[in-house]
């Protein structure tokens, strides 16, 4: 089974610019996360999916970020504009449903650097 | 709230003898509890999880851990450390209060196993 795909790995962009990060889920799961690990932090959830609809976005700053999971499949992250504090990797993350019991599944993350 | 608290920045360990890294919990109802280690530029990978039943469970690479309800805590353990084994582990549990399900994690243990 193909994990979750996430790209870029790496980004470096000046404060003020735009960017944004691509996730695919693995096929047929219906709840996506994205979230922000600062260096030394554990993850933070940014915001929950279930299928295309948000059901928990309460930690996304949302003057500056947005996300959006079209036809609830993937997904993408995007902030505007960057400060120094969004550098961080930003992992996608899916799983079968938003039921308790089972686990999530990580993509490998993408390091962002703001300069 | 419902949070997790991983008391130990780093747990240093000689290879072959048995590990311990610990967490505590903190919720309203019955915990869901995780366990998720982190290699190096990896995402997060499963290792085990508690949700109810037999309070000792068993994951992946010969992890275990064992859920204490008095001392609400879950700490995961291992008979005998493997350089490999060198890593980020995050405790986490599921938010319930939310609706969402939400994960909460811990601010992460580096585990370093030594030759």
């Known amino acids: 089974e193909a994990g979750v795909a996430q790209s870029p790995r790496y980004k470096i962009i000046e404060k003020r610019q735009s960017v944004a990060f691509w996730c695919n889920p693995i096929?047929?799961?219906?709840?996506l996360y994205w979230y922000q690990q600062i260096l030394g932090q554990g993850p933070k959830l940014l915001i929950q999916f279930q299928n295309n609809g948000v059901v928990d976005d309460s930690q996304l700053p949302k003057d500056r970020f947005s996300a959006e999971r079209l036809k609830g499949v993937d997904s993408t992250l995007k902030i505007q504009p960057a400060k120094l504090e969004d550098s961080a990797v930003y992992l996608c993350?899916?799983?079968?449903?938003?039921?308790?019991?089972?686990?999530?599944?990580f993509g490998q993350g993408t390091r962002l650097t703001v300069v | 709230a419902q949070s997790v608290a991983q008391p130990e920045d780093q747990v240093n360990v000689a290879e072959g003898n048995p590990l311990t890294v610990k967490c505590t919990y903190s919720v309203s109802g019955n915990p869901y509890l995780f366990w998720y280690v982190q290699y190096p530029n990896r995402g997060l990978q499963f290792l085990l999880k508690y949700i109810t039943g037999d309070n000792l469970v068993k994951g992946s690479y010969g992890f275990e851990a064992e859920f204490n309800k008095s001392q609400t805590s879950f700490h995961l353990k291992k008979p005998s450390a493997l350089v490999s084994d060198s890593a980020l582990y995050f405790c986490a549990v599921r938010d319930r209060s939310s609706g969402t399900y939400k994960y909460i994690f811990g601010t992460g243990t580096r585990l370093k196993v030594l030759a």
């Open positions: 096929s047929g799961h219906a709840t």
């Open positions: 993350a899916s799983s079968p449903s938003g039921t308790p019991v089972t686990e999530a599944f």
